[in-house]
């Protein structure tokens, strides 16, 4: 009998700093792969661009590790519901997985949709497929579709501000306003103040398939 032969693909975690939308950390590998492994790289990547507030993760980055990295080293907050709900709190593992099941910020936690959004928006404008045939080329094409992503995002947010700024019958105050918020998302002061959320997700980049052995 023939064993059918695993369809290994390619796996995209990414942290989004969601006020801005823009994408802060990238961790590519091949599938199929535990999520919850990646969620410690891609949480320290983001957090030296821009110290966290909150992290926010679903279900499959349910592990103590994880709220203890973020609480506990970070000291953010974490949102990431636990797993088996019809486990009793005194049974589950772990002080802040405990903390998830008796209750969470349910407002907070659906701001993760937004990832959803930056997957969407790159599908849309950049394509559905990876065209490169190598691994190394494949994920310095999908790295440079989430830079491409970054920057639309950031000219889009400056677009709109100097529309603003032009239709304002005080240019003094806009103009100021203007270069404050450009600094919080181009080069953060990391005060608490500009701290914002960062939601972990992964997701299968593009659907697209690896031959067996790259």
Same mark, same amino acid.
């Given at each position: 009998?023939?064993? $059918?032969?695993?369809?290994?693909f390619?796996?995209?975690?990414?942290?989004?700093? *969601?006020?801005?939308? *823009?994408?802060?950390?990238?961790?590519?590998?091949?599938?199929?792969?535990? !999520?919850? /492994? &990646?969620?410690?790289?891609? +949480?320290?990547?983001?957090?030296?661009?821009? %110290?966290?507030k909150?992290?926010?993760? &679903?279900?499959?980055?349910?592990?103590?590790?994880?709220?203890?990295?973020? /609480?506990?080293?970070?000291?953010?907050?974490?949102?990431?519901?636990?797993?088996?709900q019809?486990?009793? +709190?005194?049974?589950?593992?772990?002080?802040?997985?405990?903390?998830?099941?008796?209750?969470?910020?349910?407002?907070?936690?659906?701001?993760?949709?937004?990832?959803? $959004?930056?997957?969407?928006?790159?599908?849309?404008?950049?394509? !559905?497929?990876?065209?490169?045939? /190598?691994?190394?080329?494949?994920?310095?094409?999908?790295?440079?579709?989430?830079m491409?992503?970054?920057? #639309?995002?950031?000219?889009?947010?400056?677009?709109?501000? *100097?529309?603003?700024?032009?239709q304002? %019958?005080?240019?003094?105050?806009?103009?100021?306003?203007?270069?404050l918020?450009?600094?919080?998302s181009? #080069?953060?002061?990391?005060?608490?103040?500009?701290?914002?959320?960062?939601?972990?997700? $992964?997701?299968?980049?593009?659907?697209?398939?690896?031959?067996?052995?790259?």
């Open positions: 009998m023939t064993k $059918t032969p695993t369809r290994r390619l796996k995209l975690t990414i942290g989004v700093e *969601l006020r801005t939308q *823009l994408v802060t950390a990238v961790k590519l590998r091949r599938g199929p792969a535990n !999520d919850n /492994r &990646d969620f410690e790289p891609v +949480v320290r990547k983001a957090h030296a661009v821009k %110290p966290i909150i992290g926010i993760g &679903d279900k499959g980055y349910d592990d103590e590790d994880n709220h203890e990295l973020l /609480r506990d080293e970070l000291h953010a907050m974490s949102v990431i519901p636990a797993r088996y019809d486990v009793p +709190v005194w049974r589950t593992r772990g002080r802040y997985r405990k903390e998830m099941k008796r209750g969470y910020p349910k407002k907070v936690y659906h701001q993760r949709s937004k990832d959803e $959004t930056v997957f969407s928006a790159v599908k849309r404008t950049m394509g !559905d497929e990876v065209r490169s045939v /190598r691994v190394r080329a494949q994920n310095n094409e999908v790295r440079l579709r989430m491409a992503y970054n920057a #639309a995002r950031i000219a889009s947010r400056v677009s709109s501000y *100097l529309k603003g700024f032009l304002s %019958p005080n240019g003094k105050t806009s103009i100021g306003a203007l270069m918020i450009q600094s919080d181009l #080069a953060p002061t990391g005060g608490s103040d500009t701290c914002k959320p960062l939601s972990v997700t $992964t997701e299968t980049v593009f659907h697209v398939y690896l031959h067996q052995g790259r």
